[in-house]
């Protein structure tokens, strides 16, 4: 039952190892938004081409694989799981009401139909796959690719930025990136505290979900004999309950912030101490940059392929 502390999700680890702990927390904010951000309107080809590039990251960043790779299972299997439903579910509604002329007779009229081609390489054509009823088009194989590239993109690129940049750091990079708008008198302190409180209680909802599911095991309870309705009824309190139990443990965490006279620090507080920065972080901090730039140059070129 101690499967959830086995997968890091969302959780700093502590380490010396591996060049990504060693890049400006700026920067990988920064890449996590590429990842988040260019899959917007792109092609399938330029999704794709992420989640490779997102798992060569991965792959050589020098973090131990034993931190990322029931995560990135996980998330793999949701994303796989996602994309089959929907690319095997229906894309569109059928036409209400039937024309009773054809659509030919009609002058000027163009006729625009979905293309049910799956891949067309030049004289190689593939067509639509049928299986009973369920037809996969073109269409509906692109939506199933984007949506399970998405999946993977976007919960494993933040993942991934969590477990090699502690909260403190993160904070800090917000609140740079965000200075100029204090001009405009938004609260930066303020958000970039609330962050680093949100940060700091992931650990305590996957602690609170953990006691659920040991207490749920430690009365052997079977949810086959329970039937559909008492099993949907059990999922729904035990989603109450742990609501119930991280509202609990966020209002203990204020009373004791405010018993003990605490308060917010500044974001210049957090920031990373640049007395053990070297020639390397400054080499990989520099290759990071030009190739953020490459990045969105090829984005703006090839992002719609």
């Not at 593939?126 to 269409?139: I, N, Y």
Request: aromatic residues 6%.
């Amino acid at each position: 039952m101690d499967w959830l502390r086995q997968i890091p999700i969302g959780q700093y680890v502590d380490g010396a190892g591996g060049w990504l702990r060693q890049l400006d927390p700026r920067l990988k904010l920064l890449w996590v938004l590429v990842f988040l951000l260019t899959p917007v309107l792109a092609g399938p080809l330029w999704r794709v081409a992420l989640v490779l590039a997102l798992l060569l990251i991965t792959l050589v960043s020098g973090l131990p694989a034993r931190l990322w790779w029931r995560s990135l299972l996980l998330v793999s299997v949701l994303g796989c799981a996602v994309g089959l439903l929907a690319m095997l579910l229906p894309t569109g509604d059928p036409g209400a009401s039937m024309s009773l002329r054809s659509p030919a007779e009609i002058p000027g009229l163009t006729l625009t139909s979905p293309s049910w081609e799956l891949i067309r390489l030049g004289p190689l054509q593939l067509g639509s796959l049928q299986l009973g009823p369920l037809v996969v088009d073109r269409r509906s194989a692109e939506l199933g690719l984007n949506s399970a590239t998405l999946i993977v993109t976007v919960v494993h690129s933040v993942n991934l930025m969590l477990l090699s940049t502690p909260s403190e750091e993160l904070m800090w990079s917000l609140s740079w990136w965000l200075a100029p708008l204090a001009w405009l008198g938004v609260p930066i302190d303020r958000l970039s505290f609330q962050l680093l409180l949100a940060l700091r209680f992931l650990p305590l909802v996957q602690e609170e979900l953990q006691n659920l599911l040991r207490s749920l095991a430690s009365r052997a309870v079977n949810l086959r004999q329970l039937g559909f309705k008492a099993s949907f009824g059990l999922v729904l309190s035990v989603g109450e309950r742990l609501l119930a139990n991280i509202l609990l443990r966020a209002e203990q965490g204020a009373e004791a912030l405010l018993a003990r006279g605490g308060t917010w620090l500044p974001a210049d507080a957090f920031r990373p101490e640049q007395a053990s920065k070297g020639a390397l972080p400054s080499i990989l901090n520099g290759v990071a940059a030009v190739g953020l730039v490459t990045v969105l140059v090829l984005r703006g070129r090839y992002g719609a392929l």
